[in-house]
């Protein structure tokens, strides 16, 4: 028989634990299976794709050059777009009022309007507003450049300038967010040190601010792999482009099209490779 000490710490059953069954979310992944293997089932059946000429232009040299040509242009614009970004940002967070209003004015404007429409602006409007592109040597006659404008804003540049532009405007709201979020403590403990405020911009603010915007800058950067389509608009050869420029003689469009999307997620999948990478090397904490 238990005496009352032993009766005290005897220990208590042990109850089993029952998780709850999520019916709705089963049933939505069973939903979702279906609806893609029935859309699988449509193309298989409908023979829409071509799976011999599919792999013949996955790797050819046409396409090849304008998976380049987009990767290029859209590495070379996010680092301009970084650069302008940072720029903006700061007259955000200046503190004076005339610069912090055109910097918003920017945003605004570049946030706002189709990204498409600036590229058409850059390509057609700037050659007409300034026909020629003239840069003298300082304090003497002789010319540097001299060339039609025509000339200097090609496909390529236009892309690059309205891409890099555009792109800016979403820069500098991540790059000020990321500023912002960084302690005034140890803004006004360097001060305090004698720092001037581009010395602590430079060495405080902005190195744990980079940390900070690593995520969004990186998924910002894979939209503008994407976005580099939009330069098929005005000509340039980039992917989109010459894919359009093939199936409009051969007639081939889904295969085309199927080649291009999966070049592009060749693309976001490297940009995406190097965000883990980054985010790793240089986490938050």
Known sequence: MMTAAQSHFAPEPVQEVVHRRNWGAWLLSFL???LILAVLR???????????????????????IGARNALVLGSLAMVLACGVGLVVALMRVSGNPIMASIAAIY????????????????FNAVP?????????LPFTDIMLLQAPTTQMVTP?????????????????EIIRT?????????????????MTRAQVMRRVVI?????????AGGNQYIMMLKSTSLASAIGY?????????????????????????????????????????????????
């Open 237 to 285: 050869l980039e992917l989109l482009r010459i894919a359009t420029d093939i199936y409009s003689s051969n007639f081939l469009v889904v295969e085309l099209l199927t080649v291009a999307a999966v070049w592009y997620l060749v693309m976001t999948a490297f940009a995406t490779g190097i965000q883990t990478m980054l985010e790793k090397t240089f986490p938050l904490r």
């Open 107 to 122: 945003v605004y404007f570049f946030r706002g309007t189709p990204m498409l429409i600036q590229l058409l602006f850059w």
């Open 42 to 64: 449509a193309g298989i059946e409908a023979r829409i794709l071509d799976p011999e000429l599919f792999v013949q232009y996955l790797f050819s040299e046409q396409i090849l």
């Open 178 to 194: 990321g500023i912002q979020a960084v302690d005034q403590g140890q803004q006004a403990a360097a001060r305090a040190l004698g």
């Open 156 to 172: 390529f540049v236009a892309a690059l300038i309205g891409l890099s532009l555009a792109e800016a405007g979403y820069m500098s």
């Open 207 to 215: 190195p744990q601010a980079a940390r900070i915007i690593l995520p």
């Open 32 to 34: 979702c299976l279906g």
């Open 128 to 136: 007409i507003m300034f026909g020629e592109i003239s840069i003298p």
